[in-house]
């Protein structure tokens, strides 16, 4: 059996990704970020950074959800590991209402499967819905949600999952599929960094 290639990734790497994309993003104007955790925390309070309320340029509000799919969490059986996504905290009703009117931008940290970026847009798609209902016919439209997605890295591979036709999305960087080497994921930050740098000179040599 192949080993799948790995690619480390640090944080500046992670920073710089999401700084361009945020040029991309801006004219979209999210005003609310949605992170979904783990992966998607860091990414999220980054873009923030750039993406600013264009009228008072204070910032942006993130929300968090928490997905799983392919952590083994307790209560979770080996069946469910990488085959289901799992919910392991959510917006609910109240968190449903403060998006009526809003542009969320959904942030994770990666594309791989699609499934779990999949849920979270049909699940917080419906969530509204429900809420929508609640109000006056005539206000409805006013009140809808504007859903996109952004993630540091789309794996060019078959996915299990898609998006609606009128969703925009905003890939950081798109890479092979690879094995990614988050930094948030590793004890030895400075040995991480280190093995980073060393694969990037590797590539350059390889390139020259």
């Given at each position: 059996?192949v080993?799948?290639q790995?690619r480390?990734?640090?944080y500046n790497?992670v920073?710089?990704i999401?700084k361009?994309a945020?040029?991309?993003?801006a004219p979209?104007?999210?005003?609310l970020?949605?992170a979904?955790?783990?992966g998607?925390?860091?990414?999220?309070?980054?873009?923030r950074?750039?993406?600013?309320d264009?009228?008072?340029?204070?910032n942006?509000p993130?929300?968090?959800?928490g997905?799983?799919?392919y952590e083994?969490?307790?209560?979770?059986?080996?069946e469910?590991?990488?085959n289901?996504v799992?919910?392991t905290?959510?917006?609910?009703?109240?968190g449903?209402?403060?998006?009526?009117?809003?542009?969320?931008?959904i942030v994770d940290?990666v594309?791989?499967?699609?499934?779990t970026l999949?849920?979270?847009?049909?699940e917080?798609?419906?969530d509204?819905?429900k809420?929508l209902?609640?109000?006056?016919?005539?206000q409805r439209?006013?009140a809808?949600?504007q859903?996109?997605?952004?993630?540091?890295?789309?794996?060019l591979k078959?996915k299990?999952g898609?998006f609606?036709?009128d969703l925009?999305?905003?890939?950081?960087?798109e890479?092979p599929d690879?094995?990614l080497?988050?930094?948030?994921?590793?004890?030895?930050?400075e040995e991480h960094d280190?093995?980073?740098?060393?694969?990037?000179?590797?590539?350059?040599s390889?390139?020259?």
């Open positions: 059996m080993e799948p790995h480390r990734v640090t790497d920073h710089n999401i361009k945020a040029v991309k993003i979209w104007k999210p005003d970020l949605i979904i955790g783990g998607g925390f860091f990414p999220a309070r980054v873009m950074t750039f993406l600013k264009p009228e008072t340029k204070k942006i993130i929300y968090a959800i997905l799983s799919l083994a969490l307790p209560g979770t059986t080996a469910q590991i990488g289901e799992i919910r905290q959510w917006l609910g009703s109240e449903a209402k403060v998006l009526l009117g809003r542009r969320a931008l940290e594309d791989d499967s699609r499934k999949h849920y979270a847009v049909k917080l798609k419906a509204v819905e809420e209902l609640a109000l006056p016919e005539d439209d006013a809808r949600t859903f996109s997605v952004f993630v540091v890295h789309n794996k078959e299990a898609n609606p036709d925009p999305y905003f890939p950081g960087e890479v690879y094995w080497d988050y930094p948030w994921e590793v004890v030895d930050i280190r093995l980073a740098a060393e694969d990037k000179l590797k590539a350059k390889k390139n020259d």
